[in-house]
């Protein structure tokens, strides 16, 4: 069954309106008839509804609303993904696969060892291509909402951010090892916002991760006793969060 998005307004009693580029994708692309199945998750509520098709112009397609799944798909707890730069297409990679994993949004980091470095010119087009994959993960795990991908942002800025949230776990050296990071997980309680840092290729420097330690709400975690790449941590640190906190 084929997912789009729409905003509250596009929902009209018992039917939804969809406009926009996917009136083409629906028509001419994928060829939908009247009477095909369609799931449309709302970008404002999170509502999901599954519908069929009653009608396709060529800027309106109208559906009528089989029933609503109020509870969606959505991971119980906002997870914040602060990735340092990668080099090549990682970040791509890193992006699809942390969206179907239910991350909330993705913040890339600038760091001391970041082999990457991005102009504004740059970073503004790799944003939005970023972007359109995360808008794909989205709708191929069946997402409730589309997660933002932000800009690029430095360390200073990344540490504020990730600080206005509940907790914040950095994958790192850890002398307790998987105790302590069962512990930390553990401890999160129902509903708090949750920031996860990952290092670059190069790791931490050893100024970030001093920063780090200074602050109260962030942890040090360790996901094992092997070296993980920077595309590996942050995934599995999601999967670890999934296993021990979702419904």
């Known amino acids: 069954m084929y997912q789009f998005f729409i905003t509250d307004d596009k929902v009209q009693g018992e039917r939804i309106v969809i406009t926009g580029a996917d009136v083409n994708h629906i028509g001419n692309v994928l ?5 095909e199945q369609v799931r449309v998750s709302s970008r404002d509520s999170g509502k999901t509804y599954f519908c069929h098709i009653t009608e396709i112009t060529k800027e309106e397609v109208f559906l009528a609303i089989d029933s609503t799944d109020e509870i969606g798909t959505e991971f119980s707890h906002r997870v914040y993904l602060f990735q340092g730069l990668p ?7 890193i992006i699809q696969k942390a969206v179907e994993l239910g991350v909330y949004e993705i913040i890339p980091v600038a ?3 970041c082999v990457v470095k991005l102009d504004e ?18 709708k191929q795990s069946k997402r409730t909402v589309i ?15 990730a600080g206005s949230h509940g907790v914040t776990l950095v994958p790192y050296e850890n002398e307790r090892g998987m105790e302590a990071t069962r512990e930390t997980i553990g401890g999160i309680a129902d509903g708090v ?16 991760i001093n920063a780090v330690d200074e602050q109260e709400t962030m942890h ?8 993980l790449r920077t595309e590996t941590a942050g995934l599995a640190t999601l999967a670890m969060l999934i296993y021990q906190l979702d419904e």
């Not at 080099?87 to 990679?93: A, H, P, R, V, Y």
């Not at 010119?121 to 989205?138: D, F, L, N, Y």
């Not at 916002?193 to 970030?208: C, N």
């Open 87 to 93: 080099k090549s297409d990682k970040m791509e990679f």
């Open 193 to 208: 916002d949750i920031a996860v840092i990952i290092g670059p290729e190069g790791g931490f420097s050893p100024e970030e």
């Open 220 to 227: 040090r975690i360790s996901l094992g006793r092997r070296i």
């Open 111 to 113: 760091m001391k060892y």
């Open 121 to 138: 010119k740059k970073a503004a087009a790799k944003q939005k291509r970023w972007q359109a994959i995360a808008e794909s993960a989205a």
């Open 147 to 161: 997660p933002l991908v932000h800009a690029p942002v430095g360390w200073k800025e990344a540490l504020q951010m």
């Open 31 to 35: 060829r939908m008839k009247p009477g």
